[in-house]
């Protein structure tokens, strides 16, 4: 098991899904915890699921907001003392649309949700992580961005974008001890899929893994937990698809 102690960590969408778990395990690993979210419901459920420990703060925030970035960065200094890492967890789409249909309206939320937001959080976090001497940013993309998806174009697009960000970012920033990896989850059982796919859908996604099951949270959660911690630290600027692998000829 990778430990986290000593880490102070900022998790965005950490109100459920892949965040909440990240948020939840880096507590159980020993770190301090942001977790920032528009949901203050689901932020209350996440530190109750931490078991109200002392070491997570719950940050209403928008990701897409400069300020409201700035003001996570800001927190993690007042409560915790700095910021050693960065989760950019923030995603989602509504997929339907092809590039014909889809408004510039649209296209533009859609790419402001999913890869602005990152931009945003690093621009507000590097400078904090450096004068820690370093630490780890991970930011997740989407098996999508590797594969295509149908009628999905500005989330694909988007989460492309944050897959070369990840590797620009680990080039830039490498003199300062901070390391950047990105995350590319497969099918995982999150509320937005829950939302978005009909429940044969998420069997026949299940069905094509080689796990033999969809994914959960969690398996994302620990994937982070792993390249944050010291197991990791000799990986910089690399893509991992944790996806339960997928049947041939599929």
């Known amino acids: 098991m990778s430990r986290l102690d000593g880490q102070i960590a900022i998790v965005t969408a950490a109100g459920g899904g892949i965040g909440q778990a990240t948020a939840r395990l880096f507590i159980e690993r020993g770190a301090k915890v942001i977790a920032t979210d528009i949901d203050e419901a689901g ?13 997570i703060r719950a940050l209403k925030a928008d990701a897409t907001s400069w300020d409201d970035a700035r003001r996570a960065v800001a927190t993690a200094k007042e409560a915790f003392g700095g ?32 890869l602005t937001s990152t931009f945003l ?6 400078p904090a992580i450096g004068e820690a001497d370093g630490g780890a940013i991970i930011n ?23 897959i070369a960000l990840t590797k620009s970012l680990a080039i830039d920033h490498a003199d300062q001890h901070i ?3 990105c995350v590319t989850p497969g099918p995982i059982l999150t509320p937005l899929m829950k939302r978005n ?32 911690s010291a197991d990791g630290e000799f990986i910089n600027g690399e893509v991992l ?10």
């Open 43 to 55: 932020l209350a459920e996440t530190v109750e699921l931490a078991g109200g420990s002392a070491d």
């Open 83 to 114: 910021l050693t890492t960065l989760i950019n967890v923030v995603g989602g789409s509504k997929p339907g649309q092809t590039v014909v249909d889809m408004s510039v309206e649209d296209w533009a939320r859609w790419v402001d949700f999913n």
């Open 121 to 126: 959080m690093c621009k507000a976090a590097i």
């Open 140 to 162: 997740v993309s989407s098996g999508a961005a590797l594969t295509g998806m149908m009628k999905n174009p500005a989330y694909v697009a988007a989460k492309g974008g944050v």
């Open 179 to 181: 390391r950047a990896n």
């Open 197 to 228: 796919r009909r429940p044969e859908e998420i069997a026949y996604m299940a069905n094509m893994t080689l796990a033999g099951r969809i994914g959960m949270p969690h398996d994302i959660a620990a994937t982070i937990a792993f390249l944050c």
């Open 241 to 250: 698809n944790v996806a339960g692998g997928r049947k041939g000829g599929v």
